[in-house]
């Protein structure tokens, strides 16, 4: 991930995919975005808000 994006990310108080697209538009969801997300939400660094 390039640094730029998560220096973005987690300056944020709140994301939604969309916004994580915007910020990597080179990246597929489904093959990069999703298991780094994934990770984080297991790992308890980022959380999901339900209905959202």
């Known amino acids: 991930m390039p640094e730029k994006f998560i220096e ?3 300056s944020r108080e709140t994301f939604t995919g969309k916004d994580v697209i915007n910020l990597l538009p080179d990246y597929d969801w489904k093959i990069d975005i999703m298991p780094i997300l994934s990770k ?13």
């Open 8 to 10: 973005n990310l987690f």
């Open 40 to 52: 984080l939400v297991n790992e308890r660094v980022i959380f999901v808000e339900p209905g959202v």
